[in-house]
């Protein structure tokens, strides 16, 4: 059994980098990315091909006109600003919502198709992107299609219906993907990056509908002559993302540096508590980064996995609190110095509670001394009443502790750690967490400062 003084002191062991994260090396194509993507382009196809019959007829009955369409759309998309270099906006929205009201809705999803493939070709988009480009504006343009012609004897509400749906569709799936992608929340890509532009999308349809009017009565000039203001419009659009850009990436940079600045002084703070003690030198560091790969591994995310390693990192500030003869004492502690050490995680709560943090880190303070079975302390929690954070630094600091020197015995080998804390599983630990930590090693064995081993070749 692992003992209850295992916990509280830790010996030194060399600082190593933490190895890069392979879930988040990635991240253009997170999970949830492909998984909108193929279902995305699935559900295009679906419709496309739902509605192919009325192409066919289309564009052998009105082949000038689709090409005049095509080309104004085309020519719109051409006006396009990238928006903080993620995305674009564009007036084509116009030129798909003018092929909407003349059109059945076929022939607008292909329309609003070749728009998005030729823009991709321009930009060279990466396929994955361009196939989402393409299933986003044939969506966009299949439900705009379907609002008008289902209110067709009100003309204008249904173009300024259409419009919105064609604009909250196609910028709806734009943040869903950006936000699933660099992992930020969906409102905050919208306000961020196109909250701006709100009313320019509501203007889209009854702009569409009146250039659609003078196509019909005037001809191709008709339709030049309300299409031109627009495309002048995103030009000025265009100067202003410029220059605000580069405010936008400041202020970015600033909150990155501050943050590392905060995570820091919390390290700081930490290994201040450590220097009296020869034996915990670098001990929360080498928690919190086992603490922060076993998070990874059971699925938090981004101000999560944060806040986690900020709880590792602080998980024993309450020792502050403890008198420096029972923390160093060698032997066995008498009751009442046990009764003493159990308190300081109410210390370390006391302590943050004081401070604007994530919850994690106080549940990571306050119970990560907390036993599976109800015999941890401060609360005596069991089970799923503990937090899963402080059950995650809980088995980081049970490990640490028995890979590190101690003042009455030598440290263990990880091999032999790992199997200590694998037969407490369950009792003391958290089976779950203890099945990350298993796999942690396997798979990212430089997060416990273990070079992974290399092959040898054979002469």
Not at 51 to 77: C, D, M, N, W
Not at 242 to 265: P, S
Request: proline share 5%.
């Amino acid at each position: 059994m692992i003992g209850k003084r295992e916990l509280l002191l830790a010996g030194p062991r060399p600082m190593v980098a933490r190895p890069p994260n392979p879930d988040t090396a990635s991240a253009g194509f997170d999970e949830r990315v492909v998984a909108l993507i193929v279902g995305l382009a699935v559900l295009a196809c679906a419709a496309l091909s739902t509605t192919s019959a009325g192409l066919f007829s289309t564009a052998s009955h009105e082949p000038v006109r689709i090409a005049t369409l095509l080309a104004l759309t085309l020519a719109l998309q051409m006006f396009s600003v990238r928006v903080y270099g993620r995305g674009s906006v564009s007036v084509s929205a116009i030129g798909i919502l003018a092929s909407a009201f003349l059109f059945d809705t076929g022939t607008t999803m292909a329309i609003a198709i070749l728009a998005a493939v030729a823009q991709s070709i321009r930009r060279r988009s990466e396929f994955h992107k361009a196939v989402f480009d393409a299933s986003n504006f044939a969506l966009s343009a299949g439900a705009a299609s379907l609002v008008f012609q289902a209110l067709d004897d009100w003309r204008l509400p249904a173009a300024i219906l259409a419009g919105a749906v064609f604009a909250v569709v196609n910028n709806g799936l734009l943040c869903l993907v950006m936000s699933f992608a660099e992992r930020m929340p969906w409102t905050t890509v919208w306000f961020e990056r196109f909250h701006w532009a709100r009313f320019h999308f509501a203007l889209f349809g009854p702009v569409a509908l009146a250039a659609t009017i003078a196509y019909q009565q005037v001809g191709t000039a008709g339709l030049v002559a309300f299409t031109l203001p627009p495309a002048l419009m995103i030009l000025s659009v265009r100067q202003y993302l410029e220059r605000t850009a580069a405010a936008v990436d400041e202020i970015r940079e600033a909150n990155t540096n501050l943050r590392r600045a905060h995570k820091d002084t919390i390290a700081a703070l930490s290994r201040s508590m450590e220097a009296k003690d020869l034996y915990t030198r670098g001990h929360t560091e080498r928690v919190a980064a086992v603490a922060l790969g076993l998070a990874r591994r059971l699925g938090f995310r981004d101000d999560e996995l944060e806040a986690i390693e900020i709880g590792a990192l602080l998980h024993d500030i309450g020792k502050i609190g403890i008198p420096e003869q029972i923390l160093h004492k060698a032997g066995k502690l008498n009751e009442d110095e046990w009764a003493l050490i159990k308190t300081h995680p109410v210390i370390s709560d006391q302590i943050l509670s004081e401070l604007d943090l994530h919850p994690f880190v106080r549940q990571c303070a306050r119970s990560s001394h907390e036993r599976i079975d109800g015999m941890g302390y401060p609360d005596g929690l069991s089970g799923e009443a503990i937090p899963l954070p402080a059950r995650i630094v809980f088995v980081a600091d049970a490990l640490d502790a028995l890979t590190s020197t101690r003042p009455y015995r030598g440290a263990r080998p990880m091999l032999a750690a790992l199997a200590e804390i694998r037969e407490h599983s369950g009792t003391q630990f958290c089976p779950h967490v203890v099945a990350a930590l298993e796999e942690l090693w396997r798979k990212e064995p430089g997060t416990f400062g273990v070079e992974p081993a290399r092959p040898v070749r054979v002469a």
